[in-house]
Every structure is written in C-alpha cells, then in structure tokens.
C-alpha cells in the first residue's frame, strides 16, 4: 500500500491533515500547490456527493457507526448494516445494554467481527464511564479501541470522505484529478494500486456435524483467538488435510443420512473447504460445550456466513 496526504475541510471548515489509505489506480498527483489540489477534491465532492445518512447528521454516534461499518465494506452493502443498527440501537447507550450475541447477530455478513466487539466495549465505555458523552477531540478519540486515526478525524470534523478512485475500473474519465494524474497520462491505470506480495494462503478442512432428532439440534460457540470468535457453529472436526469423510462416516456409522458436497469459503488469508453431515442422532453428542436447541431457533445466535450460506441453500 501507499499513501498520500490530503486536506480534509471538504464538508467543515475544520482544516488539518490526515492519511488516507490510497486503493486507487493513480499513484502520484502533481499540483502547482496544495490549496490547488484541496479546491479540486472540495468541488469534486459537493457536486457528486451522493446522499447518505450519516452525511445529514451532526450526531458522532452515528458517524462513528457509519465509519466502522466502512472499514473493509463497500458502501453499497454497509448502508443495510447502518439501518439495521440505527433502528436497533438508535443512542449508544442502547449499543451498550445489548449483549454481545446480538450485536453480532446484527453484524453478521460483514465480516472482520473483530470490529463488531470492539463496537460493542467501546460503546460500553462511553455509555457508562464518560457519561454518554462522546470525546470531543481528535486525540481523546485515538484512545478509544477500535478507533484509528481515519475514524476519529471523520468524527471530529463531522465529515465522512468518498474516493472516486477504486481497486478496479477507476472513473478515470469523470475525475478532476485526470489532468495530473501520472497513471492516467501514461496510461498504467490498469497497473495501480502495486500489488505488494501476496499473503500466504492457508487452507483448512472443516467438517461440521448436524445432528438432528426431533426438530433439536447442537451448537457450539467458537473460543480462542482464530477466524468467527465467539459466533455459533455445529460441531467441529478440523482436519489437517481433505479426504477425511469416509473416517467421519465410519463414526457415525447409519445415522448418517447426508454429506454436503465441499463447500469453498475463502477469507483474506483462509481458504476453508467445508462439508455437512447430518445425522440422524443425538446419543454420541456429549461433549460439554455443546448446546442443544430447537433448529428453529438458529436464527437467534450469530453463525459464520458460510453456515449461513449453506443453510439458505438446504432446507434442514
């Protein structure tokens, strides 16, 4: 990644200077001058804005929101995810009375759940040790966890920034910025952002048991520091390499009415490889952590979205 500075008064009259990650396909700008460059993005801006609603409020709850919403999410699918929220939780101190199973509930499909947590503590920590009160500035917005330096300047300035560039097909042609742009006049748009080397791909085998008797089924709450903390899953085996269903079948002998095919879930440095067993059985379901509920009621407990998927696609 690279970076580049910018002056943020887009919307405010506040002024000052922060880093905005730069997935764009231009890499250098020039400019006779920075006022030049900050009058081009400012008029950029408030001719294509487009209407969102957390740019027609004041309140930093729901810019904070907003914000973290974003964070590694397209507007287009956050916007859902920010309704959701408001209309669940419209004041922090709703945020902070919800228990943390249904705060990810409401965040599930997003990913990155680490985000929601964190939402969830700070939301905690602002209801009840700072009176409600959001801090009012940049710095003491730094402290907070889970805001970095972009988040807090969008909430201290009452501002949210739109980059017309994209990780692929950048609106070249619409840009104010077209005539100083070095990819575009020497025509390697198609070669940016330099993609640095990529992260090593691990894959994992997962195998989930779906025991079913009587409309009741078991669940477990994934611990540890790894992928889908604290959400829901049935059972678990992880195996280390793939071809390990004729063993599982073996174990559960005849109660095994069903094997999904392999199922392909790819996370960012994760390729998972999935199958579903369901079995005909409770009996061998012992284990401590497991908990047994109504199948109705899976819709209660936030589960990993390829779970979700797979049930959406098989009517259990």
Same mark, same amino acid.
């Given at each position: 990644?690279?970076?580049f500075?910018v002056?943020c008064?887009?919307?405010?009259?506040?002024?000052?200077?922060?880093i905005?990650?730069?997935y764009?396909?231009?890499?250098?700008?020039i400019?006779?001058?920075?006022?030049?460059?900050?009058?081009?993005?400012?008029?950029?801006?408030?001719? /294509?804005?487009?209407?969102?609603?957390?740019? +027609?409020?004041?309140n !930093?709850?729901?810019i904070?929101l907003s914000?973290?919403?974003?964070?590694?999410?397209?507007?287009?699918?956050?916007?859902?995810?920010?309704y959701?929220f408001?209309?669940?939780?419209?004041?922090? &101190?709703?945020?902070?009375?919800?228990?943390?199973?249904?705060?990810?509930n409401h965040?599930?499909?997003?990913?990155?759940?680490?985000? #929601?947590?964190?939402?969830?503590?700070t939301?905690q920590?602002?209801?009840?040790?700072? +009176?409600?009160?959001?801090p009012?500035?940049?710095?003491?917005?730094?402290?907070l *966890?889970?805001?970095? !330096?972009? /988040?807090?300047?969008?909430?201290a300035?009452f501002?949210?920034?739109e980059?017309?560039?994209t990780?692929?097909?950048?609106?070249?042609?619409?840009?104010?910025l077209?005539v100083?742009?070095?990819?575009?006049?020497n *025509?390697?748009?198609?070669?940016?952002p330099?993609?640095?080397?990529?992260t090593?791909?691990?894959?994992?085998?997962?195998?989930?048991?779906?025991? /079913?008797?009587? +409309?009741?089924?078991?669940?477990?709450?994934? *611990?540890?520091?790894?992928?889908?903390?604290?959400?829901?899953?049935?059972?678990?085996?992880?195996?280390?390499?793939?071809? &390990?269903?004729? #063993?599982?079948?073996?174990?559960y002998?005849?109660?095994?009415?069903?094997?999904?095919?392999?199922?392909?879930?790819?996370l960012?440095?994760?390729?998972?490889?999935?199958?579903f067993?369901?079995?005909n059985?409770?009996?061998?379901?012992?284990?401590s952590?497991?908990?047994?509920?109504?199948?109705?009621a899976?819709d209660?407990f936030?589960?990993?979205r390829?779970?979700?998927?797979?049930?959406?696609?098989?009517?259990?």
């Amino acid at each position: 990644s690279f970076y580049f500075w910018v002056y943020c008064s887009i919307v405010t009259n506040v002024t000052y200077l922060k880093i905005i990650p730069l997935y764009c396909a231009c890499k250098i700008y020039i400019f006779p001058s920075m006022t030049e460059f900050h009058l081009l993005i400012a008029e950029w801006y408030r001719q /294509t804005k487009r209407d969102l609603p957390w740019r +027609n409020t004041k309140n !930093p709850y729901f810019i904070w929101l907003s914000e973290v919403i974003l964070q590694q999410t397209r507007v287009d699918q956050g916007i859902s995810y920010y309704y959701r929220f408001v209309e669940s939780f419209p004041t922090i &101190q709703d945020l902070a009375n919800a228990d943390l199973q249904t705060v990810l509930n409401h965040w599930q499909g997003l990913g990155y759940y680490s985000r #929601a947590r964190n939402l969830h503590q700070t939301a905690q920590i602002i209801a009840n040790e700072l +009176n409600g009160i959001f801090p009012a500035s940049y710095d003491e917005l730094l402290q907070l *966890k889970g805001i970095g !330096p972009y /988040t807090a300047a969008a909430i201290a300035s009452f501002s949210y920034k739109e980059l017309h560039c994209t990780p692929k097909n950048p609106k070249c042609a619409s840009c104010v910025l077209q005539v100083n742009c070095l990819a575009f006049s020497n *025509k390697t748009v198609h070669n940016r952002p330099v993609k640095t080397k990529k992260t090593k791909v691990k894959n994992r085998f997962f195998h989930y048991l779906i025991f /079913t008797i009587d +409309n009741q089924t078991y669940i477990q709450q994934r *611990k540890g520091r790894d992928i889908w903390e604290e959400l829901y899953q049935f059972p678990l085996i992880e195996t280390d390499e793939d071809g &390990q269903s004729e #063993a599982i079948m073996q174990e559960y002998g005849e109660a095994v009415q069903n094997v999904s095919t392999p199922l392909s879930h790819l996370l960012s440095h994760q390729r998972i490889t999935a199958r579903f067993y369901h079995i005909n059985s409770l009996e061998r379901s012992t284990s401590s952590d497991w908990i047994l509920i109504q199948k109705s009621a899976i819709d209660q407990f936030p589960i990993p979205r390829l779970i979700d998927k797979y049930l959406e696609q098989y009517s259990w």
